[in-house]
């Protein structure tokens, strides 16, 4: 079964800085989609950025950005310029053509002023 | 026009109640799922239905069930709640045919047994 690791429980930055979460994932899989869900004290899930298995350039959405590192079956956030608005747990997921969603156990950002 | 609404947003009810919460979704997709979150925000899945198969998750007590009347609605009942059900519930649809779209959300319930 696929599974779907977040080895930082916690993690802070300081606003304006660059802070990476990590993801790894266990597959025996070549073709999948990997997701990083945010989710605020409001609770709202909400998709940060997507990354296509198939695809080897990184994915970007303004300040988020991914190291897909495909081999090493890695996917780790990058948030740069952080705001006070990016506090929230933050869940990396994974999904292979018609399986349901696999979830990590997520990781709570702090944001410093 | 929110994409995945879930009604209550909270719920408070006495052990041993029986309670419902509502799911509907207006983004056309054809799989939907409730998810349990607890305390330590761990996302676990109960169920995922589609208008073909529903799929559930071994370790959900029989006490829970979904009932969909149609594809734009997934509804949750539980019986005899117990202390441990205490958690929040989400509700999610996708279309199960793309495996790159993302899960909706929507926004939780908040269960809370007394």
């Known amino acids: 079964a696929q599974t779907v690791t977040q080895s930082q429980p916690e993690m802070s930055v300081q606003e304006a800085e660059t802070v990476t979460l990590s993801c790894t994932y266990d597959?025996?899989?070549?073709?999948?989609?990997l997701f990083w869900y945010k989710q605020p004290p409001s609770r709202q899930m909400i998709l940060v950025i997507r990354?296509?298995?198939?695809?080897?350039q990184n994915a970007t959405e303004n300040r988020f950005s991914v190291n897909f590192q495909k081999a090493a079956k890695s996917f780790s956030l990058k948030i740069s310029d952080s705001q006070l608005g990016d506090a929230a747990m933050y869940f990396c997921?994974?999904?292979?053509?018609?399986?349901?969603?696999?979830f990590g156990p997520g990781t709570r950002l702090s944001v410093l002023p | 026009d929110t994409a995945v609404s879930q009604t209550p947003k909270y719920l408070v009810t006495q052990m041993g109640n029986d309670k419902s919460i509502k799911c509907e979704q207006n983004?056309?997709?054809?799989?939907m799922y409730w998810y349990k979150q607890d305390s330590k925000k761990f996302l676990k899945i109960m169920f995922s239905?589609?208008?073909?198969?529903?799929?559930i998750n071994e370790t959900v007590p029989n006490r829970f069930s979904p009932k969909s009347p149609d594809k734009a609605h997934l509804n949750l009942h539980i019986n005899s709640l117990e202390l441990g059900d205490s958690a929040v519930y989400f509700c999610?649809?996708?279309?199960?045919?793309?495996?790159?779209?993302?899960?909706?959300f929507g926004d939780g319930t908040r269960l809370s047994i007394l």
């Open positions: 999610a649809s996708s279309k199960q045919g793309n495996s790159n779209q993302p899960q909706h």
């Open positions: 597959t025996s899989e070549s073709d999948y989609y």
């Open positions: 990354q296509e298995a198939y695809k080897q």
């Open positions: 997921a994974y999904r292979s053509p018609g399986q349901n969603f696999v």
């Open positions: 983004l056309g997709h054809d799989t």
């Open positions: 239905y589609n208008n073909k198969e529903l799929i």
